[in-house]
């Protein structure tokens, strides 16, 4: 039996990074997920660090577990 392929979790849609305007939304997929992107913030605060004081990048702003996600 075949494996099925994974779908990556939803980014959140504050989550912005100069990666994903220059390569777009299939720049994830250029990736392994679990590295993070280094250029990132949050539209909500404008810095490195979402609402809930946290990191974001895109393994962080995929949870969503967190209060501040929504799913893009």
Request: with cysteine; hydrophobic share 25%; charged share 25%.
């Amino acid at each position: 039996m075949t494996e099925l392929p994974q779908v990556p979790a939803p980014r959140c849609i504050h989550l912005h990074s100069t990666s994903l305007a220059v390569h777009g939304e299939g720049y994830a997929n250029a990736r392994d997920r679990t590295e993070e992107m280094s250029d990132c913030w949050c539209v909500k605060t404008g810095r490195p660090l979402g609402p809930d004081n946290r990191p974001v990048g895109l393994g962080a702003c995929s949870d969503p577990d967190r209060d501040c996600y929504e799913e893009y």
